[in-house]
């Protein structure tokens, strides 16, 4: 191989809008990924890992274009001799994948498919503050009928997770809308079959988390002045026209009963809407059957994110409790999962509508939800450090530390310049240790070792008298072979 | 959103050199990751979880290039007005996303550094039989110290992991080398100067494994008439010459101490040679001081493999048992794990050396290598089947599965078009599920179940003769009050 030329040294930077994670951030991930996962195995879902890499014209979204063939995915050419290759992209979500190995390998899949799916998907959008192109998606979904069964099961299951993750019943909650609810709205109001009409007015409905209930008025009929002070064009449906709309997103009522009983009066006699309000309500009986009552699975019809994407029920789980935000105002965490039914999924490949419908959980939102609800430490015990006082003596100090591990003690000696030993304990404090071990040529001699408890040392150094810190020492001198007893001692003693 | 123009439908395949994983292959990954991370905790090293994503630049091996810029790995251009955007690239290992990571944090980073990574690397080749563009990696480093404990704590820690996801003692060996010995023999040839000598003589040693001590003695002197029946050319030295190459591949002993006196012959009064030897030494003695003995990790300076890229101690693990290839012929399993010390790490970027060693675990070998042992049951338990007889008491079948989830059973209720029984039962044979559950309507009304035993119906289905089958029946009426015990029951008579 040929040297490469003399270049400037590389600048060591994360890549923009990516994240490393370090230490506890990774395992408390790991270890969240596979409670979600042994939920979902539980309900008898199968893993799926499908490769990071598919081709573009598989992904679908995103047709290869020549002078930007990666807007919204990171893409590139396979390299074949005639420029011709495969445009290639990074997954953009975890739905994409299933589609393309459901549709090649249907005939062996049992039907219907139960799946789940974890890990990291990429999107090339333009890096913001907490805003990443790269993050982790939990996914399950059912491929393959149409049983509102499967609709009510994801939902039970959503539950399940949130509690077995964590989250407390009555700290969450699982709403559930559908979209042909709002279609029968919009047949029901004489807009069904005028599309851009229908288009305009399920964009303004996404916008209802925003604006609220007086805004999506404003914005269906004349229009809306924004608090930036610019104003957004209306739709230009009357009072009257909107009415439906607005009584579809308010109509959630004291009980699920009363709550279907408004949709029915939203929708008229639209086939659809209907068909929709019906679904709920069989949702809404499985639910109750299996023990999942309206204080974690609600029929809700002011959720309205997917709603323009799904075409059967949606659902969205939010956790309920207050947090305060950046600004020091108190606000609900908000959403965590969404889902619905999507009949498509497969057809683009096969031609055949396969119906679908899943779940997505947002995993780092939820971490986050509950290191602020205290339910995960953020800084975890580091290992026992073993200090080395004699350079010579590696081999006992090895010694120890393996006697440690085997006693099921996560411990490492120290390795880098032991000359300082006010190094080695300035490193056990980075590390977060519990407790250092020291066995200098004195000890060695009198076949004693030297046992500090580092968490009540920094203690005692906050805070303590002389008294006191005569009194509680936090560095004890035991005979060597008393080494593991004293140190699981303090380890129990510091829990 | 402007539609796209009509497209033909796309083909449902995975991309070229790319696999997906189903149900066992995904799980028996996952808990092995689990249990590698566990050991690697335990000796006191941090997770790291860096991007998929990193600049060209940092990656250092693949400068950008205009007319092949992804030789060797998948790389894109960013976006910008200018065309003038970053190459970006996936990682295609897990050292080079360190180095960066390391030069990035190395204030904040406890020195030494020991961190642990494990998940996919990309690497883009021409795909072959076996050879995936996408695989798994589970690496451990320790960054900032030149101390020998830290490379034989990395050799124990090897070899307790391998012990731990379930290759027993003696099925596998640890062997250890040192290119600080080969550099001195190369000084004791007289070729310790000519770095176009020394790399020709370093390429050669590379197919040792390949072509055993006879073609390596051919190859560094005149030539090598090779199975396809190609004459490769030789590098030219005496016999005279290549003795010394030859005396250190083969000076392996019975014991560790015969061993180091074969290579202080071999390295003459070379400084570099002895501190590679003494190197050695220092690694033995502390194994041997942790209990780790020649059974579990010897020094072996046959060990070939890395020798041109690292820069002292050279690892790798083997797996020592035998197997049959696919022509059905005897032979090792071979290498899982391989890794050494290279000081020049962050180098690139700081211009400092930062002494640094390391292990890299290949997961997918070492999973191939459990299947043929038959430690790993390819074929796991499938979930137990609540079937459906009476599509509107589908809330009633809901409760079982309830029920048994809640009593810790993996259950689901079919999901399917419930009108022919049959494909029921073959959708339980193609989950490979143990159990089916039957509740039609003569069974509601008597208040009882049907519970089949689907795996001692098969068995029976198999070989049984009439009389065996009337006498262990495999389907039983049970109470519905009985449901989760008789489960239970048959579940633990099926382990």
Redesign the interface.
């Known amino acids: 191989m040929a040297k490469?030329k003399k270049?400037p040294?590389?600048?060591?930077?994360?890549?923009k809008g990516?994240?490393?994670?370090?230490?506890?951030?990774?395992?408390q991930r790991?270890e969240m990924l596979?409670n979600i996962?042994g939920v979902y195995?539980?309900?008898?879902f199968?893993?799926?890992?499908?490769?990071?890499?598919?081709?573009v014209?598989?992904l679908?979204k995103f047709?290869p274009d020549v002078d930007?063939p990666?807007e919204g995915v990171?893409?590139?050419q396979e390299?074949d001799e005639n420029d011709k290759g495969?445009w290639?992209a990074?997954r953009y979500d975890l739905t994409a994948p299933l589609a393309?190995?459901y549709?090649?390998?249907r005939n062996d899949l049992?039907?219907?498919y139960?799946r789940y799916a974890m890990g990291?998907v990429?999107r090339?959008e333009k890096p913001g503050p907490g805003r990443y192109?790269?993050f982790y998606q939990c996914d399950a979904d059912?491929v393959?009928?149409a049983?509102m069964?499967?609709d009510?099961?994801i939902c039970?299951m959503l539950s399940d997770t949130l509690e077995t993750v964590g989250i407390p019943r009555g700290d969450y909650l699982v709403r559930v809308n559908n979209r042909k609810v709002l279609n029968g709205v919009l047949e029901a109001m004489g807009l069904g079959e005028d599309a851009s009409a229908r288009n305009n007015v399920l964009r303004t409905i996404d916008k209802f988390d925003k604006v609220g209930e007086k805004g999506v008025r404003e914005l269906l009929t004349t229009g809306r002045l924004d608090t930036s002070g610019a104003f957004i064009d209306g739709v230009g449906l009357s009072e009257d026209q909107a009415e439906p709309v607005i009584a579809f997103l308010t109509s959630k009522a004291v009980d699920t009963a009363q709550t279907l009983t408004n949709l029915r009066e939203a929708v008229g006699d639209s086939k659809i809407g209907t068909d929709g309000i019906l679904e709920l309500e069989q949702i809404g009986?499985?639910l109750?059957?299996?023990?999942y009552s309206s204080d974690r699975v609600e029929i809700d019809p002011s959720v309205v994110r997917g709603l323009g994407y799904y075409t059967g029920p949606v659902y969205e789980a939010e956790l309920t409790f207050e947090i305060f935000d950046e600004k020091g105002r108190k606000r609900q965490f908000g959403s965590v999962a969404g889902g619905g039914r999507y009949d498509d999924l497969v057809k683009?490949?096969?031609?055949q509508e396969v119906p679908a419908t899943g779940i997505s959980i947002g995993v780092d939102r939820l971490l986050a939800a509950l290191r602020e609800k205290g339910r995960i430490h953020t800084q975890a015990k580091?290992?026992v450090i073993v200090t080395v006082m004699d350079r010579d003596r590696?081999?006992?100090y090895?010694?120890m530390v393996?006697e440690l591990?085997n006693a099921?003690i996560?411990?490492?000696?120290y390795?880098?310049n032991p000359k300082n030993f006010g190094n080695q304990l300035k490193?056990a404090d980075?590390?977060n240790s519990p407790i250092a071990v020291i066995e200098g040529g004195d000890e060695k001699a009198k076949g004693v070792v030297q046992i500090k408890d580092l968490i009540l040392g920094a203690k005692i150094a906050e805070s303590a008298t002389v008294q006191e810190w005569k009194e509680r020492p936090s560095q004890f001198e035991v005979p060597r072979g008393d080494l593991i007893a004293k140190v699981r001692e303090i380890l129990d003693s510091q829990d």
Do not use: C
């Open positions: 490469p270049q040294r590389p600048k060591a930077i994360t890549p990516f994240r490393d994670y370090f230490g506890e951030e990774v395992t790991t596979r996962a195995h539980h309900y008898g199968d893993a799926l890992e499908s490769s990071a890499v598919e081709t014209e598989a679908g047709l930007r990666n990171f893409a590139w390299v495969d290639m990074l393309r190995v549709a090649q390998h049992p039907t219907p139960r990291p990429w090339n192109r790269q059912t393959g009928t049983s069964a499967a009510a099961e039970a009986a499985l109750e059957a299996g023990g683009r490949f096969t031609g580091g290992p590696m081999a006992d090895q010694t393996a591990r099921d996560r411990a490492e000696v390795l880098g490193y980075k590390r």
